[in-house]
């Protein structure tokens, strides 16, 4: 692979999954955070540029497996894939995650009074996510469909698609607020199964989150742009 140092983390995971594999090893942000350059993504990810461009050129010899390269999905069957895997997961989990984090504050908040402040935190992104999901299935993903199939390209979609990214970014703060307040998930000695139940819920929220991000930041949205432009 030509090394590049002006291509941002986002875009070289857009293009190949298996980049996104070896910036998800690094600890690197390749959603929230896509438009880090690969210095800047070293830098987060605690190793030299040359070991970062090393391990993506290393990851460019194993085949590809066309079930996990979303790259190369019709805008349309993105969209559908995203509505019935990510939107549909978020609806699901976050009934759940605000039960326990409601139960596990009121049981432990005195002892852990960080649990007061995560109870206020998944309540606040629960709220601004199912709002941004509805404005997604509602607004955006019915006009890049149309688009797809043909019609005149929607003036307001570039304008969508800004403010969509910019509520992404707000849901990664959110999600490190919440690392912060949970120790990156980290149960503590002698928890009780609903505290460690809530963590692990938690955790899974957030990777499933960074995922469905990066699919529409990283894939969907530019996909959605060209064809705007083509229209």
């Not at 690197?28 to 830098?43: N, P």
């Not at 949970?182 to 928890?191: C, R």
């Not at 819920?201 to 990066?214: A, G, P, S, V, Y």
Request: hydrophobic fraction near 40%; include cysteine; aromatic fraction near 8%.
């Amino acid at each position: 692979m030509v090394r590049n140092n002006v291509i941002t983390v986002g875009e070289m995971a857009g293009k190949d999954y298996r980049m996104a594999d070896v910036f998800r090893g690094f600890g690197v942000d390749f959603c929230c955070g896509g438009g880090q350059t690969i210095a800047q993504a070293a830098t987060q990810g605690g190793i030299t540029e040359e070991e970062l461009w090393t391990a993506l050129e290393t990851a460019t010899l194993k085949a590809k497996q066309p079930a996990n390269d979303f790259s190369v999905l019709a805008p349309q069957l993105l969209a559908e894939h995203i509505l019935s895997t990510h939107h549909k997961y978020v609806k699901e989990a976050l009934p759940v995650i605000w039960e326990f984090a409601q139960k596990v504050a009121g049981h432990h908040g005195d002892t852990h009074p960080e649990l007061i402040d995560l109870r206020a935190a998944v309540l606040h992104e629960a709220e601004d996510l199912l709002d941004h999901l509805e404005k997604e299935e509602q607004v955006l993903f019915p006009a890049i469909k149309q688009m797809a199939a043909g019609e005149p390209g929607l003036p307001y979609v570039k304008g969508a698609v800004e403010c969509m990214m910019k509520e992404h970014s707000s849901s990664g703060e959110s999600l490190e607020e919440w690392r912060r307040l949970t120790n990156n998930y980290q149960v503590p000695e002698g928890a009780c199964n609903s505290y460690r139940f809530l963590f692990e819920k938690l955790q899974e929220f957030d990777t499933d989150l960074r995922q469905h991000i990066h699919l529409e930041n990283n894939i969907l949205f530019p996909k959605a742009l060209a064809l705007l432009q083509e229209a």
